[in-house]
């Protein structure tokens, strides 16, 4: 077993810090103050890569394989949960999702836009009754002559209101169940799409959320992605690498709660010394790195299995479970070791707190993530009546 990042990986990583810290962190207090998403941005993490570093060169990605792809996104995430949302929905949902499952057409028109900035994508499976139980899509895609018409809702949308193309997931047969699921790559500036921006959040206000609401939206044949039937399994197999994603960037928020935790515990004085030589001060930076630590094991366990081409949604669900919920402590741990300091937004970890909350319920909820593992170690279904 070899801990060590290759050369190449330690240079990836290097860069996206460097990345990180010259053009995100300077934005994120005054975009999160401003609710601004932050589409120059946007389009320099596209000229960096980043916007499709899985997806292979031939269709304009950056080629990355998965573990580097954890490595930037950890980066991107301890600078800006907002902006590591927009690398995770572009590359992790809707590249994944079209390299997977498109067909060699699909992924020529569609992945070199992406991967460019040029197009945004979001991902429309959540509904506004539909979560967790991901299989009740409520939108309903019904046959035409030349393609499909598309009625109905979503809900949550990362990126809703600036995707060009949404993956948008309908039932066709409602009595077919999951078998009767199709995934559908929706221009959105089609007749009777539309979006509303999603407002009052708690955090990630620098990033875009969308209610979306389609009303007799055609689309053609050829932008079904898959076959009518295979729609839970493009969303299944994007979430794969979605909540890889976001267990990534969950560990930069740890990591960045502790760098941000010593830094101040060594400049700020109380009774006559820095905080930092206070034991109980030392325990909780203590916490936050050996969470950080384990946390970044299991994502790179992930990747590296991924790399692989071998079986891990069962590991994927265990490194986003285990990194959402560490972040979410490191967060409140690294407020707590701030002081009155922390509550305020000159330090990010006011940002981290707010930010990170949503990191449990989006791309799948700690409890789902449960009960896919607990469903693989038993191999009973907790979702099916016994
Ligand atoms: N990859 C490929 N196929 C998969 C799969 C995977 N990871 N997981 C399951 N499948 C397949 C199964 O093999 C099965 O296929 P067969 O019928 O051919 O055997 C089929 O899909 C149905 O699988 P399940 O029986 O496991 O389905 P289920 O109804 O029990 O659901 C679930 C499982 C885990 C609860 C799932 O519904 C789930 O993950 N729910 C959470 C939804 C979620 O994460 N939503 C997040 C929305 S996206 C978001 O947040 C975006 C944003 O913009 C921020």
Redesign the pocket.
């Known amino acids: 077993m070899d801990f060590d990042l290759t050369d190449e990986q330690r240079l990836i990583k290097e860069t996206a810090r460097n990345f990180t810290d010259n053009e995100i962190v300077e934005q994120a207090k005054q975009n999160a103050r401003n609710h601004h998403f932050d589409l120059e941005l946007v389009k320099k993490l596209a000229q960096q890569g980043y916007l499709g570093a899985i997806v292979p060169q031939q269709y304009g990605g950056a080629g990355l394989d998965y573990l580097s792809y954890g490595l930037v996104v950890e980066e991107i995430g301890r600078g800006c949960s907002s902006v590591r949302?927009v690398v995770s929905?572009q590359t992790s949902?809707v590249c994944s999702a079209i390299l997977k499952w498109g067909t060699e057409e699909q992924k020529h028109k569609y992945l070199p836009k992406l991967c460019s900035g040029e197009w945004l994508g979001?991902?429309g499976?959540?509904e506004p009754d539909t979560?967790?139980?991901?299989?009740k899509q409520r939108t309903r895609a019904t046959k035409t002559d030349s393609g499909w018409v598309i009625n109905g809702a979503k809900m949550?949308?990362?990126?809703g209101n600036y995707a060009k193309v949404a993956l948008i997931f309908a039932q066709t047969d409602p009595s077919l169940g999951?078998?009767g699921l199709g995934c559908f790559m929706v221009d959105t500036d089609q007749p009777g799409f539309q979006t509303q921006v999603i407002e009052h959040k708690m955090g990630l206000h620098a990033s875009d959320t969308a209610s979306i609401s389609l009303e007799d939206v055609e689309v053609a044949d050829e932008d079904l992605l898959g076959t009518i039937g295979d729609g839970?399994?493009v969303a299944?197999?994007s979430?794969?690498s979605?909540r890889y994603s976001v267990a990534a960037g969950c560990v930069g928020i740890c990591q960045g709660c502790v760098e941000e935790s010593v830094k101040y515990a060594k400049e700020r004085e109380q009774f006559g010394r820095p905080i930092a030589s206070f034991q109980l001060v030392q325990a909780m930076i203590a916490d936050m790195v050996v969470k950080t630590d384990a946390a970044r094991m299991l994502v790179w366990r992930a990747g590296f299995l991924k790399d692989q081409g071998r079986p891990n949604?069962t590991e994927t669900s265990i490194a986003k479970l285990y990194a959402t919920e560490a972040a979410v402590e490191c967060a409140n741990t690294a407020i707590q070791v701030h002081g009155g300091a922390g509550y305020v937004d000159d330090h990010p970890v006011e940002r981290y707190f707010r930010d990170v909350r949503v990191t449990t319920l989006?791309?799948?909820?700690s409890q789902?993530q449960k009960?896919?593992i607990g469903r693989s170690v038993t191999g009973i279904?907790a979702?099916?009546p016994a």
């Open positions: 949302t929905v949902l979001c991902f499976l959540t979560g967790s139980d991901a299989v949550w949308i990362s990126m999951h078998k839970f399994k299944m197999s979430l794969d979605g949604t989006y791309e799948g909820t789902i009960l896919i279904n979702l099916v």
